[in-house]
């Protein structure tokens, strides 16, 4: 909330209310950032079950319906839509209207939000958060907590802008993020390392056990070990939006690969000839790594995260 009680943003439209979208929508309003929340997806099924939730006050199946009276607009779909949705909220979307994304492809974004009017004011933001889970029934409201948000505000120096620049940051520490701010670029190589070619990995490795005709589907599932399990976790992620990430941020992704693949070959060679301490010294570096993600408190230590044996 404001100093003067108001919320940050009295009307809010979610396009595309899945994971991130259905979870910022209940912490926008479990902070009182927001006083209405209106729901547009191309599925009414998804409004309808997001509505009986209680993430959504109201639920539209235009955008033009949608986003006419919102002062905060946030495109929650796969990055490759953001074109067209851009168009049309050129033609929908009210005066002064602030528009943020939560995809994790920042540079096809800025192109796509470069034809928007001025009178528009489009914050690109990727909230580095999420889970393997899909659907309105996926969110919570804690996503965000302790979590980066990283912005990528477009090369605008009005006033204006940089005012909803102050107010998309105040949104995202009132979820729980911590903000940091770089160009879409520098973005978009960060995130093909830690983010994209993890996903194409455990996608490759995923399909490549599969394709194994020496190991049948049911030893598969039956001697997963946690190594195995993790990575169908990442590999179980929504394919159209993974789709649309490696269709949008080629140039990166490659640059991010290839380096990967002269690592791995590095590691062929070591094992062939037997040389243990490359292998040591490779696997070390690797143990430091996840330290450092540890005690900078982006995973736990516990055993078996992210799982329930119980």
Known sequence: MTDNNKALFPRTAIIGVGLIGSSLALALREQKLTDDIIGVDQSADVLARAKKLGVIDTAEGTLASGVKDADLI???????????????????????????????????????????????????????????????????????????????????????????????????????????????AHHDLALAVTSHLPHLIAFTLVGAADDLESVTQAEIVKYSAGGFRDFTRIAASNPVMWRDVFLNNREAVIEALGRFTEELTALQRAIRWGDGEALHKAFERGRDLRKAIVDAGQETAAPNFGRDES
């Open 74 to 184: 946030v495109l929650s779909t796969p990055v490759g839509a953001a074109k067209e949705l851009c168009a049309s909220l050129a033609e929908h979307a009210k005066d002064g209207a602030v528009i943020i994304d939560v995809g994790s492809i920042k540079g096809a974004v800025a192109d796509a939000a470069s034809s928007l009017p001025e009178r528009l004011y489009f914050v690109p933001s990727h909230p580095v958060a999420g889970t393997e889970q899909s659907g309105p029934e996926a969110g919570f409201p804690s996503l965000f907590k302790d979590r980066w948000c990283i912005l990528t505000p477009l090369e605008r120096q009005d006033a204006p802008y940089l005012d909803a620049v102050e107010k998309v940051k105040t949104l995202w520490q009132g979820v729980g993020a911590d903000i940091e701010v770089m160009d879409a």
